[in-house]
Every structure is written in structure tokens, then in C-alpha cells.
């Protein structure tokens, strides 16, 4: 690269959050973690009137840098819970929350509001402002956290209005295009302080079958192109596994399988074969506990016999 000079007090302000004084840059690749986000033995529980629910047990997952990563599991799981997590929203009850090696948990206000500008982060129906432009919308986070003039946010924007194929929408409002579109300018808003790691909560909600093969071949593709870490929570199976780099499915509290999806998908588990291959009963129980099907419907005091419906069967592949 002509005129190029090596200073090391550059990538040192470029990289602010790892202030390791005496290290090359090399070095400094090298003390890197391969992962970006870290759970160590973490433990969740939100408290309760009648006593703290705990939702993850003693969990421990790490997220690779550079990749893709899903995080799947029945609703109510906990997998927002773990993205609040990361985030900071939440703490965790005991265990490490690590974002680049930092315990998020640990962090002063100003901290963790330095920690959260390095993330992304996109809920289901990633919200437009309805009286904004597509524009607008996207150029919100950098009028709000950047002193940037308006000739480099109007370049940014359109930059990343680009990259999710809307370069052309930006005059358009909310109501003037459609929901995959929406999603697309939501992305581009949440790529635009060019965050390290996106975070996404089920990105592929209510999206017919051709916008949810484009969000997600876009969440792949971005991720490659920007360099980022994508965590993508979604319950649609082929989609994700065929975009990602790593797995994770949480189950019962704990961690099920976290591997590459070929892995997930040949795991012999049992709670994972009923995840992937969308059983209805299995470790995982379909029915909320109560009494025998038998004794609610009077079976058993009529001696056993009578018309009264049986107990739903399994669809497929019952329990043993
Ligand atoms: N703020 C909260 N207070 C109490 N319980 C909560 C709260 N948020 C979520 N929960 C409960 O925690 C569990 C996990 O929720 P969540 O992380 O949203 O699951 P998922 O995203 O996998 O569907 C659910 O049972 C939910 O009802
Ligand atoms: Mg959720």
C-alpha cells in the first residue's frame, strides 16, 4: 500500500477496547479469542412472586468471530433472554457474560454503553419510524450517536442501503413498501454504526417463503462482506442451518447440541433429533403436565371403558 506507515498507536486507537500497551499487532491478532461472545456456567432466573423462575441453567456457548451463528430452541427457551444478556440488558444471576473478553455483567454505565455501540441489534419486526423516510430511518443512529456532516451520513446511508439492495427506496416511506422491504431497511439501520456483532430475534418472522431465502442470504452475505459476527435467532429450520456456521439449541434450560449444522443435525441426542427433525413429543414435552388423560376424562371411574376421547397420539416417533 503506497504511503503506508506502520504505527502502532493507530491500531491501538482504532482497536480503544483492547488497550494492551506493550503488543505488536500481530501479537494483539494472535491474544485474540476466536470467539467474540463467550457464556461461561452461565445462570439466568428472573425473579418472581412465588420465587426466582430460572430460565438458563449453568450454559456455556461461545459465538465465533467472523461467523454466523444460530441460536434455536422451543418459544420461551430463553434465547432473547440470552441476547439481553449480551447486550447487558440483563445480568446474569452467576456465571460470565463475555463480549471480547470483557464480563458485559461487569461493566460501569459508560462501559457498557461503549460495549453496545460495537453491536447490532435487530428485533422481529426491526420497527421503522413511520414518519421517517427509508432515508431518514437509516440515517437516525448517526444523527443521533455521530457529529458526521451531512455529506458523509447521506454516503453512509446510501452505502448501506445498498448493501440490503434499497438504494433506490430511500425516498419511500414505511407504509410505501413492503414487509421483506421494511425488514431490509431495519438491517441496513442496524448495520450503519458498523457494529462488530448483529444480533438478530427471529429476523424471519411472518416473511413468506421468498423474502425469508433473501433476508437470509442477505444476513449471510453481510456478514461475509462486512467482516462482522451474526447471531441469528430463528425457528425456521432449513433456512438457518443452510446459512450457518454454527448452531446452538437450547432446550430445557440448558444447552442441547452446539456444533456445525451437519453435526447438530446427525447429533444422536434425543432433545436435538426431536428439535431438527420437528417432533411433536419427545424430551421436550408437547403436553403441559397433568393428570392422566384417563382420570380427567372419567376413564377411570367407569371402569375403563367408555367413549370419552383418548389422549392425543404422537404425530410421529413417540417417547419409548
Ligand atoms: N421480563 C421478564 N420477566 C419475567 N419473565 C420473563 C421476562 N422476559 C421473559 N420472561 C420469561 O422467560 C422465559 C424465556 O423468555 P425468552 O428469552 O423471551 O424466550 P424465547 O426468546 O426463547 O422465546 C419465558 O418463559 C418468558 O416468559
Ligand atoms: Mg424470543
Known amino acids: 500500500m503506497p504511503g503506508f506507515k506502520y504505527d502502532k498507536s493507530r491500531i491501538i486507537r482504532a482497536y480503544p477496547h483492547s488497550s494492551r500497551r506493550s503488543a505488536g499487532f500481530l501479537s494483539f491478532m494472535a491474544e485474540q479469542s476466536s470467539s467474540l461472545v463467550e457464556f461461561k456456567q452461565v445462570t439466568f432466573a428472573y425473579p418472581g412472586a412465588k420465587g426466582d423462575r430460572v430460565i438458563l441453567k449453568d450454559i456455556s456457548l461461545s459465538v465465533p468471530r467472523g461467523k454466523v451463528t444460530a441460536l434455536m430452541g422451543a418459544s420461551g427457551g430463553g434465547k432473547t433472554t440470552v441476547l439481553r444478556l449480551i447486550g447487558g440488558q440483563q445480568k446474569a444471576t452467576s456465571g460470565d457474560v463475555l463480549f471480547d473478553a470483557q464480563n458485559v455483567g461487569g ?44 455529506e458523509l451520513i447521506r454516503d453512509i446511508v446510501l452505502m448501506k442501503l445498498d448493501a440490503v439492495g434499497l438504494r433506490g427506496a430511500r425516498e419511500l416511506m414505511p407504509s410505501e413498501i413492503s414487509g421483506g422491504m421494511a425488514r431490509r431497511v431495519a438491517l441496513a439501520r442496524a448495520i450503519v454504526l458498523d457494529p462488530e456483532l448483529i444480533m438478530y430475534d427471529e429476523p424471519f418472522a411472518g416473511l413468506d417463503p421468498i423474502s425469508l431465502g433473501t433476508a437470509a442470504q442477505l444476513i449471510r452475505q453481510l456478514n ?45 441426542d434425543p432433545l436435538v433429533h426431536q428439535f431438527v427433525n420437528a417432533l411433536s413429543e419427545g424430551p421436550v414435552e408437547f403436553h403441559y403436565p397433568g393428570p392422566d388423560a384417563e382420570a380427567d376424562y372419567g376413564l377411570l371411574s367407569r371402569g375403563g371403558q367408555s367413549a370419552a376421547p383418548k389422549a392425543q397420539q404422537p404425530l410421529k416417533g413417540g417417547r419409548p
Open 224 to 268: 461475509d462482506t462486512l467482516g462482522i459476527t451474526s447471531i441469528v435467532v430463528s425457528h425456521d429450520l432449513e433456512e438457518t442451518f443452510r446459512i450457518a456456521d454454527k448452531v446452538i439449541i437450547l432446550a430445557n434450560g440448558g444447552i442441547a447440541a452446539q456444533g456445525t449444522p451437519d453435526e447438530v443435525r446427525n447429533s444422536k
Open 107 to 150: 461493566l460501569g454505565q459508560t462501559e457498557l454503553y461503549a460495549a453496545r455501540r460495537r453491536m447490532g441489534m435487530l428485533f422481529q419486526f426491526g420497527a421503522l419510524f413511520t414518519d421517517l423516510s427509508v432515508f431518514d430511518n437509516v440515517a437516525f443512529p448517526l444523527r443521533e450517536h455521530t457529529r458526521l456532516g451531512p
